[in-house]
């Protein structure tokens, strides 16, 4: 067990929270007693299930899995781990695990397992019922996970990443609300502080790329629902743009994606030490469309690879 592990002795479990004074491990618990009485669970959108994959052989050695938007950028990163980790050779292939289908993809190297979520809350919601799932049935245990995406930032430098001090919702609220069975339904967002603080650790560690520590607004939309005046439909003017960013800039908001409400949502009610790490592609205050060029844009999307890479890194004791 890593220097970062044994440090890390607070387990959620249920909605209650408590201290470890051993250095126990923490199992995912699922937040669901029908799992138990289940024989056979098919993980649909994985094309995977508990009767004809061996999920404990498959993944039970994993400790960091990383989610991200973009297939290929999980593609990208499976195969950078792999390298820093000192665990690849000249032609190694890292087969998609999900082939089967195309909704998402998982690649795995060693301890690591690297997984898409395609855009917005629907689609990441689903894929984490199904990663839980599975890293449950695995019977893994001390999981950190963490999701590196792309955000729009307020008020920073474009190609600035932000670490995820809370994830908001659209009121700038740390909540995230879900109807269940036609009743609203409203979860905390809590991430792992001292995860944050580690993962800022590394960034100093590298000094690459300007790194802050803010909160992050969730929300269900790229275009009205991030106050852009460029969408299909915009109902508002460029003053009330600004004031709305301006207030969530004053509410701590420091960028805008669309995923990390649930996942911190999910993450901590099933007891897995979560944080967000996105890089910011664009000054909100200062426009709305993406008109970075093509080669800046790949660079900064490596930028929260090589931080989380770092920090899988160091916690391993490789660097
Ligand atoms: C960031 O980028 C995507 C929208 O372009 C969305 O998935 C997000 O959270
Ligand atoms: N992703 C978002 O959700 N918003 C942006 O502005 C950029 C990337």
Do not use: W
Not at 35 to 46: G, P, Q, R, S
């Amino acid at each position: 067990m890593s220097l970062t592990q044994l440090m890390y002795l607070e387990c959620i479990c249920g909605y209650e929270s408590f201290t470890f004074v051993s250095h126990s491990d923490c199992f995912i618990h699922l937040s669901n007693p029908n799992i138990a009485t289940m024989k056979e669970d098919v993980l649909y959108h994985f094309n995977l299930s508990t009767s004809t994959h061996d999920f404990p052989a498959m993944f039970g050695d994993v400790k960091f899995v990383c989610v991200g938007g973009s297939s290929s950028r999980m593609s990208t990163f499976i195969k950078y781990v792999a390298a820093e980790l000192h665990l690849d050779h000249p032609g190694k292939e890292y087969p998609n695990i999900c082939a089967g289908t195309d909704r998402y993809t998982m690649y795995k190297a060693g301890p690591v397992l690297a997984v898409s979520h395609g855009m917005g809350i629907p689609s990441i919601g689903i894929m984490l019922h199904e990663l839980i799932k599975m890293l449950y049935h695995a019977r893994c245990s001390n999981i950190t996970i963490i999701r590196i995406g792309t955000s729009g930032g307020i008020g920073l430098e474009p190609g600035s990443v932000v670490i995820t001090q809370q994830a908001v919702d659209e009121r700038f609220k740390p909540e995230f609300e879900q109807t269940v069975l036609g009743k609203r339904v409203v979860r905390s967002t809590n991430l792992d502080t001292q995860l944050v603080q580690e993962l800022m650790t590394c960034s100093a560690d590298l000094n690459e790329f300007p790194t802050v520590v803010g909160n992050t607004m969730c929300t269900l939309d790229f275009y009205e629902g991030q106050g852009r005046l460029d969408g299909a439909i915009c109902s508002y003017t460029e003053k009330d743009k600004q004031a709305y960013l301006r207030a969530a800039h004053a509410a701590g908001v420091r960028n805008i994606e669309m995923e990390s409400s649930v996942f911190a949502t999910m993450c901590s009610a099933c007891g897995l030490r979560a944080a967000v790490v996105c890089v910011t592609l664009l000054d909100r205050l200062q426009g709305d469309q993406i008109n970075t060029p093509h080669d800046v844009l790949v660079e900064y999307q490596q930028r929260p690879q090589r931080l989380v890479g770092h920090y899988i890194k160091k916690s391993l004791g490789n660097s």
